[in-house]
């Protein structure tokens, strides 16, 4: 079986990046993951803002490659407000995506708030700065800025002191930067939320519990898989970060059981994954070479990065050859599926990657505060430079093998 290599891109937030679409085809990636962020959550996606935005990335030698993503509005997740209408808005985003021939979306259903972590500026012992989730900062934004009850039960006794210890260490200036931080860190856009704005969304999932939200889930994918089928368009959905609950609020998409509920919700292949191997990651007991062995047929877009596992949750994003994921694995077995749908004659056979966050490092490190944390890109093209040279590695060594093995038998 041949191992062909993936597709490889970077995440592109639009016009407004300060990472061109120069940058990133100097870079060596043939395709971008990108969106139309400018659009609020939950309104439709037209056909010609489609087409505008795919024509700026053609004209720069690239492919639209991915959709990254076509976010839910919140009334979505709860089932409340103008949810229906809202769910009628992407089921015809995702008709006008598949018109304009862009065929792979990856969206989420983490309520609330997105990715968190609790120090985008974490620096290393060789000076760069890469992404860091600490239980313990995020106990104190719990207790001391959101002030929800009961949240010290979610935490041990040394989380809650060292807490109480970092809390106490800040000024008001670095309590407000801690706060934007935590809450308005959305992927390509500022949402400009309050503290009371995040507690008034949380008062809506009071009566939300793991077993409502995945209820909810599996409405939202029977509305939309039938849509996505028609359209030709083959759905992604991301996992939790961190893969553990938050502010009191269920995870639904962080393990491998949580991946075979939601893959038989629906039971149609556009009905996918986005494997991010860092999203995975923070749990040990996640085997994520035999997630992919497991899933692959269903994985329909790829995130590779790496986490440091520090042990009782926390984590820092490690270069992405390093730290507790064993990328070497799980590239590996993402390959030999590529090779199944190849053999098979899948015609989605290839399947596209991004080096997810990077390190900001060298010049990177000189340049103004970044917009999108984990998205500069020098960090990134060294990630791309690495996963694209372990492929090669794996590629050609069993190509090797395979010409030895000819080479015995005659």
């Not at 860091?132 to 989380?159: C, G, H, P, S, V």
């Not at 008062?203 to 599996?218: G, N, Q, S, T, W």
């Not at 359209?231 to 939790?240: F, K």
């Not at 007991?285 to 992919?292: F, S, T």
Request: net charge negative; proline share 5%; charged share 30%.
């Amino acid at each position: 079986m041949t191992l062909p290599m993936m597709q490889e891109n970077f995440r592109w937030y639009g016009p407004n990046d300060t990472v061109s679409l120069s940058d990133i085809r100097q870079a060596g990636a043939s395709g971008v993951f990108s969106a139309l962020h400018q659009i609020p959550y939950g309104e439709l996606w037209t056909r010609e803002d489609i087409r505008e935005r795919k024509a700026i990335i053609e004209a720069a030698g690239l492919k639209w490659t991915v959709v990254e993503s076509v976010p839910l509005h919140e009334d979505i997740k709860t089932q409340t407000g103008d949810y229906k209408k809202y769910i009628e808005n992407y089921k015809q985003s995702l008709l006008n995506l598949g018109a304009e021939d862009v065929k792979v979306v990856i969206y989420n259903f983490m309520p609330v708030l997105d990715w968190v972590r609790t120090d985008l500026t974490y620096k290393l012992e060789d000076g760069s700065e890469c992404l860091y989730f600490n239980k313990a900062r995020f106990a104190a934004f719990e207790i001391y800025m959101l002030k929800r009850e009961e949240a010290e039960a979610d935490y041990t006794a040394r989380q809650l002191e060292d807490a109480k210890t970092f809390w106490e260490g800040m000024n008001d200036a670095e309590r407000v930067a801690f706060e934007r931080n935590v809450i308005d860190v959305f992927p390509g856009c500022k949402m400009g939320f309050t503290i009371e704005d995040v507690r008034r969304m949380l008062a809506v999932y009071e009566d939300i519990d793991r077993a409502k939200l995945k209820e909810h889930f599996k409405l939202f994918l029977k509305e939309i898989v039938p849509a996505a089928e028609e359209a030709g368009v083959r759905l992604a959905v991301h996992p939790d970060d961190p893969p553990y609950p938050i502010m009191g609020l269920p995870r639904i998409v962080s393990t491998e059981e949580d991946l075979a509920d939601v893959l038989a919700m629906v039971d149609s292949p556009v009905n996918g994954l986005c494997f991010c191997s860092g999203s995975f990651g923070p749990i040990p007991e996640n085997d994520l070479p035999a997630m992919v062995e497991r899933f692959g047929s269903r994985i329909n877009a790829v995130h590779l990065r790496s986490v440091q596992r520090l042990g009782n949750g926390d984590f820092y994003e490690a270069n992405h050859l390093e730290g507790s994921t064993d990328m070497y694995a799980i590239m590996l077995a993402i390959m030999k599926e590529q090779g199944r749908r190849k053999a098979t004659g899948r015609m989605d056979w290839e399947l596209s990657f991004r080096p997810d966050h990077g390190h900001t490092m060298m010049d990177d490190l000189k340049k103004p505060v970044v917009a999108n944390p984990g998205y500069t890109c020098i960090g990134r093209m060294r990630g791309l430079a690495e996963l694209r040279g372990l492929g090669m590695g794996i590629m050609r060594s069993v190509v090797d093998a395979d010409l030895v093995c000819a080479s015995k038998r005659k």
